[in-house]
Nanobody, 115 residues
């Protein structure tokens, strides 16, 4: 079974930083692009960022471009999201997803940006 477990969320003040991690198992991680998605309270899921299999090609939603950085470690089957200059509107449950889309996502981690 595919398992995707995000971690690293928490409460952070506006302007702060967090690094999210995602542990993947149950599939050959290095053969798939990976993505991050988020869902804010009362809203639908939103794509945040994607990375190709080798980690050299990345894409970002306009809302996070320049503030977030996606990366991966294929040797450890891990996906990461470095989030800087966090804003209250970044508050959401963050999920990692298998592939370029956000449908195949696992357990999320809550990020709350508040003073």
């Amino acid at each position: 079974d595919v398992q995707l477990q995000a971690s690293g969320g928490g409460l952070v003040q506006p302007g702060g930083s967090l690094r999210l991690s995602c542990a993947a198992s149950g599939f050959t991680f290095s053969r798939y692009a990976m993505s991050w998605a988020r869902q804010a309270p009362g809203k639908g899921p939103e794509w945040v960022s994607s990375i190709n299999t080798g980690g050299r090609s990345t894409t970002y939603a306009d809302s996070v471009k320049g503030r977030f950085t996606i990366s991966r470690d294929n040797a450890k089957n891990m996906l990461y999201l470095q989030m800087n200059s966090l804003k209250p509107e970044d508050t959401a449950v963050y999920y990692c997803a298998k592939g370029w889309g956000i449908l195949d996502r696992g357990q999320g981690t809550l990020v709350t940006v508040s003073s």
